[in-house]
């Protein structure tokens, strides 16, 4: 299982990396208000449309990251939405939570990178497609 065109690896760690953006997606769907309030009071404009931006990103990009489609695209924007929250956000490194919430933003962005780096792997949308359809895989 050593081998990059047909090890499982790939696709455990999409499936890693995309739970937490799965789980915030869904705790903001059910928690509208908590997170409204926590984008206003970071002094960012438009918290409702920062909710619905926040919810899509969150939960589609999760979804489709796990499953591995289009995953270099969604990759690289799901780490630039890590380090954009992560600035936003967790900028006071002086408390300590925050501090952490900006590593693990930070590292999850590098995670994310490394998959628009190297691909879906194996088990995805992506590779099925490119068997397929005779394209190098992804």
């Known amino acids: 299982m050593n081998n990059a065109n047909t090890s ?23 928690a509208p208000a908590a997170t409204i309030g926590y984008i206003a009071s970071s002094g ?8 619905a931006i926040a919810i899509a990103v969150e939960l589609g990009g999760g979804l489709l990251l796990a499953l591995g489609i289009q995953t270099r695209l969604v990759a690289a924007g799901l780490a630039a939405f890590s380090i954009v929250t992560a600035l936003a956000f967790h900028h006071a490194i002086g408390d300590q939570n925050q501090m952490i919430h900006l590593l693990k933003n930070i590292a999850m962005a590098g995670g994310l990178l490394q998959v628009v780096a190297f691909g879906a792997g194996a088990y995805s949308f992506d590779n099925r ?9 992804a």
């Open 8 to 30: 499982i690896i790939p696709a455990i760690g999409r499936v890693l990396m995309a739970a937490i953006f799965v789980m915030s997606g869904i705790g903001k769907l059910l």
């Open 129 to 137: 497609r490119a068997v397929t359809g005779n394209r190098q895989p």
């Open 44 to 51: 960012l404009p438009f918290a409702t449309a920062g909710l």
